[in-house]
């Protein structure tokens, strides 16, 4: 290749991977293949060594609400009867079931159903709503939870046996067929991909960060839609690879002094991301750990580790090693307090997470804060209770930074 | 405050920015103080609304100013509950008045100055008649729905089964007390307990404080002023360092 011809920045790269999934997702449509909604931690080697195309309703309702539309969806989907103590992306998968457009993303509809309980167990109901409402095919693995860590050979056989068998339905169901060799290279290009991720994100430790936090929120989008691509592998190896460079450059895609390092818990306000965002960063407070390395990767050497490997995920692993990556990430990458969102629509996240603050603030050694948000749904974040709390998080970071300067 | 030592003037307007509020109360601290705002070296804002007074020379979060103001009207205290008209917080605080660590209120209006507003209304009493009436309360009831607006409910309810305004009044007063010792507990409580905001002027609040947790809540006829006297400590501390 012409080495003249600049490469894209690698976060141009990723964007349009994740866009071009649901492209292709779309051509299938046209082409008359059956698509399929796919819950995010659904395991993609499966439907990669396939080639089954897939989009992904969590995906979708955080690019709905990151551009102004959850709110609306979720009205709708109250109005059609759902209730609001539901979770947001579940209504706004229901909405857009029913509405079969949204301004803001479209994305084809379904003639499957993929689920995978790991990262939530009430989107089985979710799904099988969805089920019955479209009167679509739900394919269900049921990740069993983790009482222990890690993964013992029961629950690896009984995920194993499923996978088999989703894998037989699923040919039945689109007519392709599957090929051991093409799953081996999935696999190889899973794990590829994994790395490449783990290694991007992991250059946080370096002070300053070369990296805005936030980007995190944008980039794994890929992490979930492509994992299984040599172009996804090939944009998160660009992306570590410019990481390094600014690095050594000392320079950074957080655009302001970064004067404090927080661990943000949780998932992000998609439909406040803008407001939560530039908040920290007037207060010069870069995220330099969060959960989302670990959570879309999948690391794994053979068959039985792969199973393993996917009850690993947040929600489903025990609450002992949840703790564990967290102290781990916060120490290695020098933050100086933790943001916690008690997420409205997760129950389960939130169910741990007062707990999960005490502790770290206890091992860690460092200050946290919890608020009251929503990973969609605008109307339970409240702007000015947002900023109470991190500004006094700022004032007690800022004392331990002076007495630490004096020791 | 004059010199960070001594209060020459005070106000307390319940209504909030974005209305005449603020400016009601700097008028009415300074007609207190004699002063006007000529006369004053440095002005500080902090609660809902810090950011939009246009006379503050600095702005601090609250929850400092709730810590610093606690440890000036009782030195040595080490942990404040200060539950306001918007929000409950209880504090950890350092030697000296420093803020070590804290935990808010949920989402939930319960638990706050605004839960016993709704009530007050409800039993057609004013607020100061309310942090009385427990006293006379002779039998036990109780008030369980974490939401304000299904708690009004259950007084009316209530209200309409002939229960006592004062049994009412204690079972609200332990409603508000009890979320603040939820607080407590998460945060890690060590003594001494001082109370701050308008709740802590709530007598029946901190009667059930002091029953549930089985030690004094100190408090000060001045607690509503904790916030600003913490903001007026501060900004006194930054020109006099800024003196130096």
């Known amino acids: ?407 | 405050m004059r010199d960070g030592a001594e209060i020459i003037g005070a106000a307390v307007i319940p209504v909030g920015t974005g209305t005449s509020g603020p400016a009601r109360a700097m008028e009415a601290a300074l007609k207190d103080a004699g002063l006007t705002q000529a006369d004053m070296d440095v002005t500080a804002a902090t609660g809902y609304g810090r950011n939009t007074l246009s006379e503050a020379g600095h702005v601090f979060s609250e929850l400092s100013c709730h810590a610093r103001g606690a440890y000036w009207l009782f030195p040595g205290v080490r942990t404040v509950l200060d539950i306001g008209g918007q929000d409950a917080k209880a504090l950890s605080v350092l030697p000296g008045g420093k803020l070590g660590g804290f935990v808010m209120n949920d989402k939930c209006a319960a638990g706050t100055g605004r839960f016993l507003e709704v009530m007050a209304r409800i039993l057609d009493i004013d607020l100061d008649t309310l942090s009385r009436l427990d006293l006379e309360s002779q039998e036990c009831v109780e008030i369980s729905s974490t939401c304000t607006v299904f708690a009004e409910s259950e007084v009316i309810s209530q209200l309409s089964k002939g229960t006592k305004p004062e049994d009412l009044a204690a079972a609200i007063s332990r409603a508000v007390a009890f979320r603040g010792c939820g607080l407590l507990r998460r945060l890690g409580l060590t003594e001494p307990l001082f109370m701050t905001g308008g709740v802590a002027r709530h007598g029946g609040v901190v009667r059930a404080i002091e029953a549930e947790l089985k030690i004094p809540v100190h408090t000060d006829q001045r607690a509503q002023l904790a916030g600003a006297i913490g903001a007026a400590l501060m900004a006194y501390d930054k020109i006099t360092r800024e003196g130096e």
């Open chain 1, 1 to 407: 290749m012409d080495d003249h011809i600049e490469r894209k920045p690698a976060k141009i790269r990723l964007r349009e991977i994740a866009e071009k999934a649901t492209q292709d997702a779309w051509e299938a449509k046209l082409r008359g293949e059956k698509v399929g909604w796919c819950a995010s931690n659904f395991p993609q080697e499966i439907t990669t060594t396939l080639g089954i195309p897939v989009v992904f309703p969590e995906n979708h309702a955080a690019g709905v609400a990151a551009k102004g539309g959850g709110q609306r969806m979720c009205e709708y989907a109250e109005s059609m009867g759902y209730s609001s103590d539901l979770c947001s992306y579940s209504r706004i998968s229901f909405a857009y079931a029913a509405l079969k457009e949204c301004p803001e993303l479209n994305i084809p509809q379904p003639d499957f159903l993929l689920c995978c309980n790991n990262i939530c167990n009430c989107m089985i109901k979710w799904y099988e709503n969805l089920a019955v409402e479209l009167d679509i095919p739900l394919l269900l693995i049921d990740i069993p939870h983790l009482d222990a860590f890690p993964c013992d050979e029961d629950r690896i056989r009984y995920i194993r046996a499923q996978f088999d068998d989703c894998i037989r339905k699923l040919e039945e169901l689109t007519g392709k067929k599957w090929d051991e060799e093409r799953f081996k290279e999935v696999m190889a290009i899973s794990q590829r991909s994994s790395r490449a991720w783990l290694k991007a994100v992991s250059y946080a430790q370096y002070t300053p960060s070369p990296y805005s936090g936030f980007d995190i929120f944008n980039n794994m989008a890929v992490a979930v839609v492509a994992r299984g691509t040599v172009e996804a592998a090939e944009a998160f190896e660009q992306l570590a690879e410019e990481y390094e460079e600014n690095v050594k450059n000392g320079v950074s895609t957080f655009k302001a002094e970064e004067k404090y390092r927080v661990l943000f818990e949780g998932i992000a306000c998609w439909a406040n991301l803008s407001y939560t965002f530039k908040t920290l960063k007037n207060l010069g407070i870069n995220v330099t750990a969060t959960v989302y390395g670990p959570a879309f990767s999948f690391l794994y050497d053979n068959l039985d580790e792969l199973m393993a490997a996917y009850s690993y995920v947040p929600n489903c692993n025990v609450f002992e090693r949840e703790l564990e990556l967290r102290v781990n990430d916060a120490i290695r990458h020098k933050v100086d307090g933790a943001i916690f969102h008690i997420n409205r629509s997760c129950k389960h996240w939130s169910g741990t997470l007062y707990e999960m603050e005490r502790q770290l603030r206890e091992k860690a050694g460092i200050p946290t804060v919890v608020f009251d948000g929503d990973q969609a749904d605008p109307r339970v974040f409240s702007e000015a209770q947002y900023l109470t709390r991190i500004e006094a998080l700022v004032e007690i970071m800022e004392e331990n930074k002076r007495k630490g300067a004096r020791k």
